[in-house]
């Protein structure tokens, strides 16, 4: 029942055509029906632009509603001063649970975090290269590297986006401030013999770091990352995990 809940959420997905790529708009769309309904589809750009072409040619398939927001002075970002106006807009008109910024810019740092204190959920998509700030302003951001449509001829995959190369564990376990947080977590929510429920850990973590994702490791989900550090054991069912250090 949660989970239906969760996935009529109606959600605002705003997208700064300036500082984001047309080619994670089939991945951002599927990653956001996890959250919610797309109830408002905005992107904002100067379409008289010849650098925006990628976002026009996929606007009206994914009924993406285009904002003209033309340049008025060298140097000032008028694309981002509309985008805040229109957000503050549906913050305040609109009968919305929470908001989808689509952006790089370290700019909306305020935004989100006035949205923030409205009570609605902020769910943030940018790259890698997204000022800390911003990442932590939201409630859970996720990086668009991993949204990217593969280019690919096979035509045997359900997936619309490319992972990063699994890390080893060797890797993961070099990750201190991973294995920190995986750690800290599954002691927080441990019971007396020292196992959490993994959902539990998960939602742990989604506090502390909220770009967090097992997917920027290559892992599709967290029980696989958890598995795959050889750090903790794991029932059979996947449901359950307990730090190693702690069997006795």
Sequence with gaps: MRQETENQKKLAVLIDADNAQASIVEGLL???????????????????????????????????????????T???????????IDAMDLLYTENLDGFCVVTSDSDFTKLCSRIREAGLTVYGFGERKTPKPFVNACDKFIYTEILRKISTTNND???????????????????????????????DSADETGWAYLAVVGQIIA????????????????????????????????TNVRDKRKKR
């Design 157 to 187: 995959t359900n997936d619309t986006a490319s992972l990063p190369t699994r890390a080893t564990s060797a890797i993961l376990k070099q990750d201190s401030r991973l294995v920190n947080l995986l750690r800290g977590a599954v002691e």
């Design 207 to 238: 506090k502390q770091s909220p770009e967090f994702d097992p997917r920027n490791y290559g892992y599709k989900k967290l029980g696989e990352l958890i598995k795959a550090t050889q750090l903790f054991e794991i029932d059979d069912k996947l």
């Design 74 to 84: 060298t140097g000032k970002n008028a694309t981002d001063s509309a985008m805040i």
């Design 30 to 72: 599927a990653e956001v029906a996890k959250y919610g309904i797309s109830s408002v589809k905005r992107i904002y750009g100067d379409w008289t632009s010849p650098h925006l072409r990628g976002w026009k040619d996929v606007l009206l398939e994914y009924a993406i509603n285009p904002i003209q927001q033309f340049a008025y």
